[in-house]
């Protein structure tokens, strides 16, 4: 039984076959040949439907906000778009979207700086040298070469015959050996050399982001949330004095509070305004189709005229009108008209809300500071400052400090937790996480069992059957069914674990996804890459792989020498990836089809419709990086050990590269709010350096768990030792040089405190200086220096062009934007709707005073939106929330002549849209 489960749990996707037969090939084949018809009809798909779907396909070329934020819009014809979707620079994506998108291509543009060249020396050089044979591997009929199809390019067929008393051919197999390890270490030094130039290149962009001047007068930029805050130091005041030795001041200061039950309140009121607007839209359709069925007789009412409040009577009965029942069991307790019901009570919570509100106001006492508090300071470098002094926190050593926090970017329950009660919730998580690493292994070793379904086949009597289906019908479900079971697993996980994350305590939505990248990336090297690289690898000695258990030399030797052969999997999975993946990703079939669904079945109002329209999808960060990644560890870790993945893995990384420079040029919208000015970068340049480490340590067990009696092999092992010694080295060096940095401003860095110098270096009158042309050229002259936005350009249409090759000015965002080509800027101020403003509470939420306020303690009640349909019913329920105290409107919202829900608002009514 134990041998059985030890058996499920090794499978493999490649070694397989009985005796000498090599299935290998067909494996790959097969799914090559799949991926390559799937992504051919992805791709017609694509190119036929793209000119038809603004909304899914080019949503960025006129939804953002502001419109400068627009990427020049696609032609529509059927090819002619390619060109100019090639032309268009990647800096593009850094104007609209930010730095992290930026660097996020950057990263996957130089990951083909890496594998290019890496991929035309290994095949010139590793795939000869593994592939020929010697005269003692000639074989024979009684015992055939052992290493045929795609596994002949592998490590283990040129380290296997290793005895110099026994092979006739181990000097020639010794001399081949040696070019192995060479070019082990001209890859590696190429891929290190790349890191620390983007990482340079990284760390000046990031200071030259953050300090430019329209993003360092910012609100965001000059704003530090303070957690673990001891309850002696939680008033205004000795927050002030806590900062009083730093020069600029300080402008502002929010100390978080113990607000109890308003947050729930706020959030019941917000579910009732959302279901008063779909009953009454629901009541309007009804009506309206009552009059064109001809069951009701119509009596429109002219758009001057204000209706009777029961107009809707004359066309919905009582007992057709909205209604549902209290109470959380479903079916049970009193049954109410929503609508009626609904606005009764908006109006007791916005009474309750408001009461509940002048308490906390004035009651400390009762509602408590707690533990963190938001300091504006007046100018970036204090706030760096004050973040980064160990000094001015001798007295709160378990306090945390954050520099660039936005409103939006808070996770206001968070922001109650202790220190205590952090460490030991965060202590906890991350065992869970673990927990949920090392477990997932049981799932995953399902996919290995179908994976290697011959040898279960030929070991477990009942699935005999299996033999007899066809090579290809069999090689897919071997390498297509394994891939896409794998990628459900997968798909499973960023939601627990991101739980994991905002359970741990972290008080930003940009700090949980960087935790959760850290996670899933655990996990996929963990699970999706060593695990399956060992139980694949192995599968072939699975009887015997749990008797080795009691003699860890053997155990890691029959482990070191299963690893290379695992590569079939991969390689399918890569192809997969590559080839219809990619498709599928231009394509979009999902969001496509969720899209018109939700138009045609949720879009019930007037608000959901123009949120189904305009809201633009982001990347999940914590879940993109790791799950691109995951490509780039496979050929780290099969870059020596089977060269031929390095081909596909360069074909699959330049197709992510398309495909998002396409997403984030013309589909993602990266809000400024939750921009971290590329911090995502580094942690994949560190995870990317682990990858190396698990690789060169593979090797190094390949050598030294493969040497016989030749002695040769153990010195080849130390230097691969040595060559990981050398990659820490630099992973040291560059967290010396560059990581420190990150995180911190020189005071001379900040426009506001920088200090004239030669050159146009930064001055203290740069601002007053951006009109003169003369000192912009000057400045764009200086090395890595990004050009500052001219002050006293039109708010409305700027004209920025620039004849500087490589100059860079700052746009109204504080986003380093190049000046390649002359950009018409035209700005439209944001006009909201006519009521929108009337909506209670709407100009204390926009106030600078309440800028880090609970959202629960300044949101006002939302304007309710109704179509203006002919019958009057929209503009009879305006007047009855006039009455009851409630701010709505019927403007921008009709209903069609079919029945249909209509809307051409800019914004919807009530709602805080940020005009960033």
């Known amino acids: 039984m134990f041998k059985f489960l030890a058996l499920g749990v090794l499978a493999a996707p490649v070694l397989a076959a009985e005796g000498a037969t090599d299935t290998s090939t067909s494996t790959v084949i097969s799914a090559l040949v799949l991926a390559l018809i799937l992504s051919g009809i992805f791709y017609a798909c694509f190119f036929i439907l793209r000119p038809h779907f603004n909304q899914i396909y080019q949503p960025r070329s006129y939804l953002s906000k502001p419109s400068y934020r627009n990427t020049e819009a696609l032609p529509k014809s059927f090819l002619g778009w390619v060109a100019q979707f090639i032309r268009t620079p990647d800096s593009e994506i850094l104007r609209g979207n930010g730095l992290d998108a930026y660097m996020f291509v950057s990263f996957l543009n130089m990951m083909l700086w890496i594998f290019v060249p890496i991929w035309i020396i290994s095949w010139a050089v590793l795939l000869p040298l593994y592939g020929a044979r010697l005269p003692s591997q000639a074989g024979s009929e009684k015992q055939p070469f052992p290493y045929t199809g795609f596994n002949r390019f592998i490590f283990s067929h040129i380290i296997a015959m290793r005895d110099p008393l026994v092979d006739p051919s181990y000097h020639n197999q010794q001399d081949r050996m040696s070019g192995v390890l060479v070019l082990n270490y001209i890859m590696v030094a190429w891929v290190l050399v790349n890191l620390y130039w983007r990482m340079k290149h990284f760390v000046q962009l990031r200071k030259e982001f953050l300090t430019s001047p329209r993003h360092a007068s910012s609100e965001q930029a000059r704003t530090m949330l303070i957690t673990g805050v001891p309850d002696e130091f939680l008033s205004e005041t000795k927050i002030r004095q806590l900062y009083a030795p730093l020069s600029g001041g300080i402008e502002r200061v929010w100390i978080n509070r113990n607000i109890k039950e308003l947050p729930k309140l706020v959030e019941e009121r917000d579910k009732l305004n959302s279901k008063l607007e779909g009953a009454v839209v629901k009541v309007i359709r009804t009506a309206d189709k009552a009059v064109r069925k001809g069951k009701a007789d119509a009596a429109p009412v002219s758009t001057g005229e204000v209706p009777s409040i029961d107009v809707a009577d004359r066309y919905v009965a009582e007992k057709d009108r909205p209604s549902h029942r209290l109470g959380k069991i479903p079916c049970v307790g009193e049954k109410v008209d929503t609508i009626n019901y609904s606005r009764t009570e908006i109006s007791r919570l916005n009474r309750e809300i408001d009461t509940f509100r002048k308490r906390i106001d004035e009651d400390y006492k009762e509602y408590p500071p707690l533990s963190s508090a938001f300091v504006l300071f007046n100018s970036q470098s204090d706030a760096y400052a004050a973040a980064h002094s160990k000094e001015l926190h001798a007295d709160l050593p378990q306090s945390r400090r954050y520099n660039e926090v936005h409103p939006d970017d808070i996770v206001w329950d968070n922001l109650n937790m202790n220190p205590t009660e952090r460490k030991a919730r965060s202590g906890a998580f991350w065992a869970l996480t673990w927990a949920t690493v090392i477990f997932w292994c049981i799932p995953v070793a399902v996919v290995g069992i179908i994976s290697n379904i011959d040898y279960i086949a030929s070991n477990v009597p009942f699935l005999k059957w299996i033999t007899s289906i066809p090579d290809i019908p069999k090689g897919i479900i071997k390498a297509v069914l394994p891939t896409a079971l794998l990628a459900v697993l997968t798909m499973l996980l960023p939601p627990w674990l991101r739980m994991h994350s905002k359970q741990s305590g972290e008080p930003t939505k940009t700090g949980i996804e960087l935790s959760l990248m850290t996670r ?165 340049v560190n995870f990317t350096l682990a990858g190396l480490y698990l690789a060169e340590f593979v090797v190094a067990l390949m050598y030294f768990f493969n040497t016989g009696s030749n002695k040769t092999f153990v010195a080849y092992g130390v230097l691969t030792i040595v060559l990981i010694v050398l990659v820490i080295a630099f992973h040291v060096y560059l967290r010396i040089a560059f990581y420190s940095k990150l995180n911190k401003l020189a005071i001379s860095d900040t426009p506001s405190a920088s200090k004239p110098e030669a050159n146009g270096a930064y001055g203290s009158g740069l601002d007053q200086a951006y009109p003169q042309q003369q000192q912009q050229v000057a400045y764009s002259q200086k090395p890595g220096y990004i050009k500052p936005e001219h002050a006293a350009q039109s708010d409305k249409n700027a004209v920025i062009a620039s004849s500087q090759p490589g100059a860079y000015y700052v746009n109204r965002n504080g986003q380093v934007v190049p000046t390649q080509t002359s950009l018409n800027i035209e700005e439209k101020p944001h006009v909201p709707l006519k009521g929108a403003s009337a909506a209670a509470g709407a100009s204390d939420e926009d106030s600078a005073e309440n800028l880090f306020k609970h959202p629960a303690r300044k949101s006002g009640q939302m304007t309710l939106w109704y179509p203006n349909d002919k019958l009057g019913i929209g503009r009879s329920q305006t007047a009855a929330d006039d009455k009851a105290g409630l701010s709505s409107t019927v403007e921008h919202a009709t209903i069609t002549e079919k029945g249909a829900i209509e809307e051409n608002a800019t914004s919807p009514p009530g709602e805080n849209i940020p005009d960033y």
């Not at 690898?537 to 860890?552: C, I, R, T, V, Y």
């Not at 070191?560 to 990703?585: E, K």
């Not at 780290?636 to 360069?650: E, H, K």
Request: aromatic content about 18%; proline content about 6%.
């Open 520 to 684: 899933f990336f655990l996990f996929q090297i963990i699970q999706n890459f060593l695990f399956l690289t060992i139980v694949s690898g192995n599968m072939s000695q699975g009887l015997q792989f749990a008797e080795k258990l009691s003699d860890p030399a053997g155990f890691i030797s029959t482990i070191a020498m299963g690893i290379p052969t695992a590569s079939t999997f991969f390689l399918s999975y890569v192809a997969l990836m590559g080839l219809s993946g990619i498709a599928m990703g231009f394509l979009q079939p999902v969001p496509l089809i969720l899209y018109y669904v939700k138009v045609n079945l949720l879009g019930s109002t007037p608000r959901a419709l123009w949120h189904i329209r305009n809201d633009m999808g982001a990347p999940a960060w914590g879940v993109l990086f790791p799950s691109t990644m995951l490509v780039v560890v496979i050929a780290f870790g099969y870059m020596v050990l089977a060269p031929i993945i390095n081909g596909w893995a360069t074909v699959t990384i330049f197709a992510f590269y398309m495909l998002y420079r396409y997403m984030f040029l013309y589909v993602f919208d990266c809000k400024p709010a939750n921009e971290t000015a590329g911090m995502f970068f580094p942690k994949a």
